[in-house]
Each structure stands twice: as structure tokens, then as C-alpha cells.
């Protein structure tokens, strides 16, 4: 037989722990067909930590939009008008300027632009722990600055800048939310890759 005519047998060598993670494989298709058969309230008895979780860090997400109404609901008591309005001779009453009124509607949703495209970079660089911890006191001063506010300017300043703080709400709580898992009986919130075999067994 020439050298041409020599055939090549390729052979692929296996590493020593292919059974390992054939095995690991077969977990990981079982707890997926377990995972999916189960239904809502299943799900929800098995994974009350997740889910409990879950709701609690996203409450703030949830109180943003609450937020955003609260001044829009005030404009019209007489107590607010005369705190930030004017008084008009002609109708004998406090009235809010027409500027002002679409300054206190529009300032929680201007922040809210400005710390959405802020939060992932400050996510990315301090982490969620200390974004959210940031988040939350600082936005309890600024609602304090609202609270005492006895000048249309300064109530503004303080929803525009708390608008951008609790913006970060939810990127940073729904990120973080996504990066814990539960791994025997603790969380880990380091982003590992979760150990799903670890359930099935």
C-alpha cells in the first residue's frame, strides 16, 4: 500500500470524568422536567425563600411609582397652594403657576431619566449591596428635603434628585434578585453558576 493511500483514524480522547458529567447532565434534565410540571402555587410552596425574597427587595420598585403621584395628588389642596402659590386679589384665593404645577408633575420622571442610565454604571462599579443601601438613604434624605420645603424651587429639587436616586430601584434590585440563588439552605449572591443537582439529590 502507497503512502497516499493510507487512511487517517482520528481518536478523540475522552477526559477521565465524561461519567461525572454525563451524570451531572441527567440531573440537570430531571430537575428541568421536575421544575416545569410543577404548577404556580407548587412552585410558589417550594421556593417561599426566592419568591419572599424577591417581593422584599423590590418593594422600593414598587413604591417608585407611588412616588411619582404623590405631589400630582396634592396640587389641589389649599394647604399646598398656599405654601407654593400665590395669592390672587381678583378671585380671593392661592393659586399655583402654570409652570409650576408642569415643574412638580414632570421633575420625578426627568430624574427618573437621568438615574436609569446612571444605575448600571454605578451598579457595575459599587455593587448591589451598597447601591441599594446608598439608594435608600439617600432617599430618605432628599424626601425629608421635600417634607420641609417651603419654596416651589426647593419642593422641585427635591423630587428631580430623588426621582434619579430611586431610579436605581429597579436595576439594581431586579439585578440583584437575579444573582441570588439558594444553595443549601444559604443564599449566595456572588453570581455563581447554581448547582442545580444539588435540588434533585
Not at 502507497?2 to 447532565?25: C, E, F, M, R, Y
Request: charged share 15%; proline share 3%.
Amino acid at each position: 500500500m502507497s503512502g497516499s493511500d493510507k487512511k487517517v483514524h482520528l481518536v478523540q480522547v475522552l477526559p477521565a470524568d465524561t461519567d461525572s458529567d454525563i451524570h451531572d447532565a441527567e440531573l440537570s434534565s430531571e430537575f428541568t422536567k421536575d421544575e416545569h410540571a410543577l404548577t404556580f402555587w407548587a412552585a410558589a410552596r417550594r421556593h417561599w425563600p426566592a419568591l419572599a425574597w424577591g417581593t422584599f427587595m423590590n418593594l422600593a420598585t414598587v413604591l417608585k411609582g407611588i412616588d411619582g403621584g404623590v405631589v400630582k395628588g396634592l396640587v389641589g389642596l389649599d394647604i399646598f397652594k398656599s405654601t407654593y402659590g400665590y395669592y390672587n386679589p381678583e378671585k380671593g384665593e392661592y393659586m399655583l403657576a402654570a409652570q409650576w404645577i408642569s415643574a412638580f408633575n414632570y421633575a420625578n420622571l426627568l430624574g427618573a431619566i437621568v438615574g436609569a442610565l446612571l444605575s448600571a454604571l454605578a451598579y457595575d462599579r459599587f455593587g448591589p449591596r451598597i447601591m441599594i443601601a446608598l439608594c435608600s438613604g439617600c432617599s430618605i434624605a432628599f424626601i425629608f428635603i421635600q417634607f420641609y420645603s417651603e419654596a416651589p424651587a426647593q419642593l422641585f429639587a427635591g423630587q428631580l434628585v430623588n426621582g434619579c436616586i430611586i431610579a436605581f430601584y429597579p436595576i439594581c434590585a431586579s439585578a440583584y434578585v437575579g444573582e441570588c440563588r439558594e444553595s443549601g439552605g444559604e443564599w449566595d449572591s456572588q453570581g455563581h453558576r447554581a448547582d442545580w443537582h444539588e435540588h434533585v439529590v
